[in-house]
């Protein structure tokens, strides 16, 4: 069990750039979900996939934002034509989709600046 | 929608002093409610759940929490403080998206927890 890793930790991008994050999850974890923090706030949620389905999507927070899951392991999450208002700390997680209700696994964070 | 309140942006307390870091739920039906721990550059924690059962529950690192119905509160105790307990604190609940949809947790605004040697 190595964890949810994360890629970049840091990203810096011009406006109007298009960013791509990806997230590795724990092996053998069905569920992975993405979530945006940004400061003084709790982590917001984005959207999920069961293996390679993604089942809620209607969080993301415009048609700029999109994410992919395409063999059930590792999964993207892209920003087009990024806006200021990008700026924040996207989070991954994981859990095994059975058992334990509510117990996710973090990756630290991908922290985006969009000057 | 489900939710929750943390009432406290920040939380100070001397080490080995008792400490709470409180929340209080919003809910239809039975909830579902966690505690989660997010230390500086690192990803969120699970620190303990609330499912049913018992309304203390205890969890890592010494933590607990104290479940009230009545109060629909869920705060989360540790009776002696340390200074590596220093982080942000989040609780979060159990929420259903969309009618028919999934469950996933939602958070709180977090509380920023300082323990002074």
């Known amino acids: 069990d190595t964890g949810v890793s994360q890629d970049p930790r840091h990203k810096i991008t011009k406006r109007g750039q298009n960013v791509t994050f990806r997230c590795d999850p724990i092996?053998?974890?069905?569920?992975l979900y993405w979530y945006r923090q940004t400061l003084g706030q709790g982590p917001e949620f984005l959207t999920y996939?069961?293996?390679?389905?993604?089942?809620?999507k209607s969080r993301l927070l415009s048609d700029r934002f999109s994410a992919e899951r395409p063999k059930g392991s590792f999964s993207t999450l892209e920003i087009q034509r990024t806006e200021q208002g990008d700026s924040a700390m996207y989070l991954c997680a994981s859990s095994p989709g059975t058992g334990d209700i509510g117990k996710l696994f973090f990756g630290s964070g991908t922290q985006l600046s969009v000057l | 929608a489900q939710s929750v309140a943390q009432p406290e942006d920040q939380v100070n307390v001397a080490e080995g002093n008792p400490l709470t870091v409180k929340c209080t739920y919003s809910?239809?039906?039975?909830?579902?409610l966690f505690w989660y721990v997010q230390y500086p550059n690192r990803g969120l924690q699970f620190l303990l759940k609330?499912?049913?059962?018992?309304?203390l529950v205890k969890g890592s690192y010494g933590f607990e929490a104290e479940f009230n119905k009545s109060q629909t509160s869920f705060h989360l105790k540790k009776p002696s403080a340390l200074v590596s307990d220093s982080a942000l604190y989040f609780c979060?609940?159990?929420?259903?998206?969309?009618?028919?949809?999934?469950?996933?947790?939602?958070f709180g605004r977090g509380t920023s927890l300082i323990v002074h040697p």
């Open positions: 996939f069961q293996n390679e389905a993604q089942l809620e």
């Open positions: 092996s053998e974890h069905n569920r």
């Open positions: 609330y499912i049913t059962g018992d309304n």
């Open positions: 809910v239809s039906g039975n909830p579902y």
């Open positions: 979060a609940v159990r929420d259903k998206l969309s009618a028919g949809g999934s469950y996933i947790p939602t």
